[in-house]
């Protein structure tokens, strides 16, 4: 069973729209949950983090964290052509990263 | 952020030598720092934390002889892929533990070096 599950891409919004990523995961002891974004071809770059229960809004992104349903969102509002790339969920559990298999987003102009 | 350098970018090497990746924190001392392995299409899978002034401690099923690993200093791990194998072929990925607010770290990666074995 995979530790960190991603809602399966690719996932075409319009320029302007907003994208909604999701993640579950399945140890109810993670302690941090991270969103980044990968371009094809780089390294992942940090968006965002969360470990409190509720909403973190970052400028256009939004993380969403509900520990109960042990699940994590991402919203990308007034989504840019630039935002076109791999998001990638990670959760953390005694200092090190679990990935999920990452959710591929294309952004239409 | 802080910032994680690697080197080198792309390297190109024939089967049966050895090829050493330098991952370097920059503008902070990191005394954890990651490996990791990304194969095409696929998310990235962790080998190996490093701790500086120890061993690394490896994941199941990494070979911790063929991955040679040193963290000899606050703001430099090397990682020497030894008899590189076409397999071996791959972007391998640093990675450094940065504490920050709310009693969480966070890892900042490195740009990533991009090996072929020929």
């Known amino acids: 069973q995979k530790e960190v599950e991603q809602n399966s891409g690719p996932l075409s919004v319009p320029e302007g729209a907003i994208a909604s990523l999701n993640c579950t995961y399945s140890d109810r002891g993670s302690q941090s949950f991270f969103w980044y974004r990968q371009y094809s071809g780089k390294s992942p770059e940090l968006i965002m983090f969360i470990y409190s229960n509720g909403d973190k809004e970052d400028g256009r992104f939004t993380a969403q964290l509900n520990k109960a349903s042990q699940y994590v969102s991402l919203l990308i509002r007034d989504s840019q052509p630039s935002d076109s790339a791999t998001y990638l969920c990670a959760v953390l559990n005694d200092y090190k990263l679990s990935f999920g298999a990452g959710t591929t987003v294309t952004v239409r102009a | 952020g802080a910032v994680v350098s690697q080197h080198p970018s792309r390297v190109i090497c024939k089967s049966g030598t050895s090829v050493k990746i330098e991952c370097r924190s920059l503008d902070f001392q990191a005394t954890t720092m990651f490996w990791y392995r990304q194969f095409p299409k696929q998310s990235l899978m962790l080998m190996a934390t490093s701790n500086e002034g120890s061993k690394a401690t490896y994941e199941q099923g990494v070979e911790k002889d063929k991955f040679l690993i040193n963290h000899a200093s606050l703001t430099l791990s090397t990682l020497t892929v030894t008899s590189a194998h076409p397999e071996d072929s791959s972007f391998y990925i640093c990675?450094?533990?940065?504490?920050?607010?709310?009693?969480?770290?966070?890892?900042?990666f490195g740009p990533g070096t991009r090996l072929t074995v020929l």
């Open positions: 990675s450094a533990r940065v504490p920050t607010t709310g009693n969480t770290d966070t890892q900042y």
